[in-house]
């Protein structure tokens, strides 16, 4: 049997952080996570050029389980548990931030 994208399970993250590269200009990296903070996605976006393409960022993704790592600093685990949670509350999946 062939697998198919709605065959295989994903878990919804929620944005965490977003931060400006110190090493690339133009780059933004995109943290999401789940709402234990236990698994977190890394997104890495070049800013937007003026050519009007828009691109939004969305609240949430909902990703392959083997695309995230594990957070193991448990300050880290506790402040992106936080704001995925504040995240969920105030947004819906969809909406752009």
Do not use: C
């Not at 931060?19 to 800013?47: H, V």
């Amino acid at each position: 049997m062939t697998e198919t994208v709605s065959d295989r399970e994903t878990i919804r993250v929620w944005l965490v952080e977003r931060t400006y590269s110190d090493d690339e200009q133009n780059l933004i990296i995109l943290i999401y996570a789940t709402p234990d903070g236990g698994r977190y996605f890394r997104k890495e976006r070049a800013l937007p050029s003026f050519t009007g393409a828009a691109r939004p960022t969305l609240a949430a993704l909902d990703v392959a389980p083997e695309q995230t790592g594990h957070v193991e600093n448990e300050e880290t685990r506790e402040r992106y548990a936080a704001e995925a949670s504040r995240m969920a509350d105030e947004h819906d999946p969809d909406d752009p931030i």
